[in-house]
């Protein structure tokens, strides 16, 4: 049985890092929801979201990433994607939100990208 999905959060260099850890479906929507606006509510409009870990992201997951970029731009921030595994790599490049976010392979990577980069 595997581990309850989870979210570990830190901040470096004045970007909050979020690492997805698990399956993230409907049923962890709330969870991603509220991580997502206190991190961007509480003035960290810069947020990288580690997938290296996430195992799975449904449609509902998916939707909060699109919100969560939507308020960080709002903010004058940005929201990045760094190492998703190959499935969640596949589910962003179906979906073409590869482009629209801006992939990197590392947290320092999605740190140092150009503001037009992601």
């Known amino acids: 049985m595997s581990a309850e999905p989870h979210?570990?959060?830190d901040d470096r260099g004045?970007?909050?890092v979020m690492g997805l850890v698990g399956d993230f479906d409907i049923n962890v929507l709330e969870l991603l929801g509220s991580t997502f606006?206190?991190?961007?509510?509480?003035?960290k409009a810069k947020v990288a979201i580690d997938l290296s870990a996430?195992?799975?992201l449904d449609s509902m997951a998916l939707g909060s990433l699109i919100s969560a970029r939507s308020l960080a731009t709002e903010n004058g921030g940005w929201v990045r994607l760094v190492a998703p595994s190959p499935y969640v790599r596949k589910v962003?490049?179906?979906?073409?939100?590869?482009?629209?976010?801006?992939?990197?392979?590392?947290?320092?990577e999605a740190s140092s990208a150009s503001i037009s980069e992601g």
């Open 14 to 16: 004045g970007v909050r």
């Open 92 to 108: 962003l490049r179906v979906t073409s939100l590869d482009a629209v976010f801006g992939v990197y392979d590392s947290v320092e």
């Open 7 to 9: 979210i570990v959060t």
């Open 37 to 43: 606006d206190e991190a961007i509510g509480a003035g």
């Open 54 to 56: 996430t195992t799975f």
